[in-house]
């Protein structure tokens, strides 16, 4: 689920807890630059207090800088769109704290957009085999 605020993140991790699935929130595109990486950890933490299999994922876009302050903040899956040979340095620094890296963004219900977010969550959450995870990564 693409989720903006604390508010989203709650309406999702519900319909996830009520179905039994594990939740994976992800920020906007360029999240890391207009919620900053600290808040959206909280917002996954307002999640994670509804449903605890509950995991974010942050848009870095190429921004190094912002994708080291996401693992520093302990958001467990970061998306950097930058260079292979940073985002291979990247993924030796999220690997050693159990993190990830990648270079692609899952598809995901953009929560804003819904006019029933909660039916949407849980249409959603019902329909997909692996709700939101991302190539490769551990959700």
Known sequence: MEVRSAHEARIAATAAAALGR?????SPRGGAASLGPAMFAAIVDAGRQIHPDTAGMIDCEDAE???????????????YKGGAAVR??????????????????????VLH???DAPAACR???ATSRRPGAPPGAIA
């Open 22 to 26: 594990p939740l994976l929130l992800v």
């Open 65 to 79: 800088g912002d994708a080291l302050l996401a693992l520093r903040v302990g958001i467990g899956l970061v998306i």
């Open 88 to 109: 291979g340095k990247l993924q030796a620094i999220a690997a050693a704290g159990g993190r990830a890296v990648v270079a692609e963004r899952p598809d995901a219900l």
């Open 113 to 115: 957009r819904e006019t």
């Open 123 to 125: 249409h959603w959450l």
